[in-house]
């Protein structure tokens, strides 16, 4: 199956940076959409920002300008620079991509397991 796994979490003051990272591992034939979300408790988990196989982005209102993701394509991998963080930035942020593992035409949704973002002084 496909595996997603992210890393760079952790505990950055207001105003700070941090680059979260997620790679895909599996029997993959294609990768099309690869995204970042994040949840707090008691809300619904909601798109940060988005990638497309040929680079194309959407963005949250509340990230543009100060986040930026980019993806490897030959290594299955994407990333999320994160600058100007925000007390309410502090969430978990969960990597998402839709993969074809069979078909070229046939893409199925996966998800990481979640890395703690916290901005605090």
């Known amino acids: 199956q496909v595996q997603l796994v992210e890393s760079g979490g952790g505990l950055v003051q207001p105003g700070g940076s941090l680059r979260l990272s997620c790679a895909a591992s599996?029997?993959?034939?294609?990768?099309?959409?690869m995204a970042w979300y994040r949840q707090v408790p008691g809300k619904q988990r909601e798109l940060v920002a988005q990638?497309?196989?040929?680079?194309?982005?959407v963005y949250s209102n509340s990230v543009q300008d100060r986040f930026t993701i980019s993806r490897d394509n030959p290594k299955n991998t994407t990333s999320l620079q994160m600058s100007g963080l925000k007390p309410d930035d502090t969430a978990v942020y969960y990597c998402?991509?839709?993969?074809?593992?069979?078909?070229?035409?046939?893409?199925?949704?996966?998800w990481g397991p979640g890395t703690q973002v916290t901005v605090s002084s």
């Open positions: 599996g029997n993959i034939l294609s990768l099309k959409i």
């Open positions: 990638i497309g196989s040929g680079g194309r982005t």
């Open positions: 998402y991509a839709e993969v074809a593992l069979h078909s070229w035409s046939i893409y199925d949704g996966y």
